[in-house]
């Protein structure tokens, strides 16, 4: 059943056995798992139904290290949650991705890929996949290299994109054992008074009312930048914030960066299809198999790599010339990004659009090209980076002191890469480029203007928030345990990618919901269900 929030009277107190906080993919894939329960679930969410945009906005903060986009323009707030927007690639984390690895700090999870693959199949019918097999042998997606190549093709499924919201909505209405609350925004946790269980999550909406939910069980499925604020806020009887008794709340902060490194120059006429599918000029959906490159893991454990994968992408020319690449471009590739999220004028399009203007001589060999592009339409390939990066605890968000207008402290996020992410970047290029030929490929790699760190500036990111409450069997180098419960606290679980100890290559959404799908079963034998 649905119900709106705002209509509870102030003060209300709601009870169940479990409460969910976030209604995106992890929080209504865990509600699903217990509709044939006897158990009575709450989910909490704190977006509508449809998007709007007062509610969309408490997500705004700050960023103050490595250039960000603006944070409210990086998920969505309602029902739903970011699957409403996403783009439905989906790829479980290599078995190398599970592994410590003695050149990677802070390298390795408490669990092996054989342990979440009947979980990763269980996700598959969730997101609407086909058969749960990543060979490319399978999808007919082998180019025929050398059994001597280093590279090794990596396959991605693709979602309709499924929208959790819409989808799942019918199910959750109709379930007898579960309570929707939309315009629900938890606020706090309380904690018993011997800080070892949560008594209580307290809630307030944008009308103004406020009520709390008591349950035997929570598990936080906000994502990972709300997941660890929420801790944070949470002083009441753990002064530092709930399960941030090592000061790891909010650190090891990462995202996959994105690069267009080149131009494929020829492309053989055998190459599989499926390797060229993506072409973000029109809207596609239901791409099914798609295929990438990478290293295999004797190479990248021999030149001691962090991962990453290659895929071709369909663009404009005139997006293929150096020029793009520059500095003033950079401008408008953000402000581009910020359009496509933003629903109403935002000061930072126009600072970007301001300081790209200042070099008003280096844009117009660009929109010259753009006019010759509309008039005759010209395609290219590109060849599109996505990377992992190395765990950095001094990537983190933290507390601001301003605050939004449920009186929340904002987020400051604190985003920074090492120099290993960028060696390892160039190293992976290099390692491509040259083999290229292997697959009847010849390319062309870009020279970029890079900042101060030596990265191009016209670095992408995924948006995909991971590692701000880790996962390690020992309390002293992770957030939460096996399990995914905060090792502080007794009936406090996390849902989400913020438990991820590495990021892998692959979008993050499908292990996201094998680890949802894990720790529902986890609970429902906790609580009988």
């Known amino acids: 059943m649905l119900f709106d929030a705002r209509t509870l009277p102030d003060q209300s107190v709601l009870q169940a056995d479990l409460c ?9 894939t865990i509600a699903r798992e217990f509709l044939s329960t006897g158990l009575k679930v709450i989910l909490l969410e704190g977006g509508a139904a449809k998007f709007k945009h007062r509610n969309q906005m408490l997500y705004s903060g700050e960023t103050s290290g490595r250039s960000y986009l603006p944070l409210e323009f990086t998920r969505r707030r309602q029902f739903g949650g970011t699957t409403v927007t996403w783009s439905g690639r989906c790829r479980p984390l290599d078995e190398f991705d599970f592994s410590e690895r003695s050149w990677v700090t802070h390298s390795g999870w408490p669990l092996t890929k054989q342990t979440l693959d009947p979980y990763y199949a269980r996700a598959h019918s969730v997101c609407q996949l086909d058969a749960y097999d990543y060979s490319p042998a399978y999808w007919g997606s082998d180019p025929g290299l050398d059994p001597s190549s280093y590279l090794e093709v990596k396959m991605f499924q693709s979602s309709p994109p499924t929208n959790f919201g819409e989808v799942y909505r019918h199910e959750l209405e109709q ?12 606020v706090r946790l309380t904690l018993h008074a ?7 999550v307290e809630c307030k909406t944008l009308h103004g009312n406020g009520f709390r939910v008591e349950a035997r069980v929570y598990i936080l499925a906000m994502g990972g930048l709300e997941i660890p604020r929420l801790l944070l806020i949470s002083r009441d009887v753990q002064p530092d914030g709930i399960g941030n008794g090592y000061g790891l709340v909010g650190r090891f902060f990462m995202d996959h960066p994105y690069l267009t490194a080149g131009v494929a120059t020829s492309i053989s006429a055998s190459l599989p299809q499926t390797f060229l599918k993506m072409n973000f000029e029109i809207k596609q ?3 099914g198999p798609l295929a990438c490159v990478g290293l295999n893991e004797a190479k990248m454990r021999d030149e001691r790599m962090l991962n990453g994968c290659a895929y071709f992408v369909k663009r404009p020319v005139y997006k293929l010339i150096d020029t793009y690449f520059s500095r003033t471009m950079a401008d408008f590739m953000q402000i581009h990004d910020i359009l496509r999220h933003a629903t109403a004028p935002s000061a930072r399009i126009f600072q970007s659009l301001g300081k790209a203007a200042l070099q008003v001589t280096r844009i117009a060999p660009t929109i010259r090209r753009i006019i010759e592009h509309r008039i005759s339409p010209s395609y290219g390939w590109g060849i599109r980076f996505q990377l992992e990066v190395a765990p950095n605890p001094e990537s983190r968000v933290v507390l601001s002191e301003k605050r939004d207008p449920l009186g929340m402290p904002r987020l400051d996020l604190k985003w920074q890469m090492t120099p290993q992410d960028l060696q390892s970047y160039h190293r992976f290029e290099a390692l491509f480029i040259a083999a290229l030929p292997q697959m009847g490929i010849k390319a062309r790699p870009f020279t970029h203007d890079v900042d101060s760190s030596g990265w191009p500036v016209t670095l992408l990111i995924g948006k995909h928030h991971m590692g701000t409450t880790r996962m390690h069997g020992d309390p002293q180098y992770g957030v939460v ?6 090792h502080s606290t007794a009936n406090l679980f996390i849902a989400g990618s913020s438990v991820f100890p590495t990021s892998g290559m692959a979008n993050p959404t499908l292990t996201i919901l094998a680890l949802a799908i894990r720790l529902a079963d986890h609970v429902k034998a906790r609580l009988g269900g």
């Open 194 to 200: 011997d800080g070892r269980s949560v008594a209580s």
């Open 285 to 287: 959906k239901h791409l």
């Open 481 to 486: 345990d096996e399990n995914s419960r905060v």
């Open 20 to 28: 969910i906080v976030g209604a995106g993919a992890a929080g209504i």
């Open 175 to 186: 379930a007898a054992n579960t309570r929707v609350f939309l315009n629900a925004n938890a």
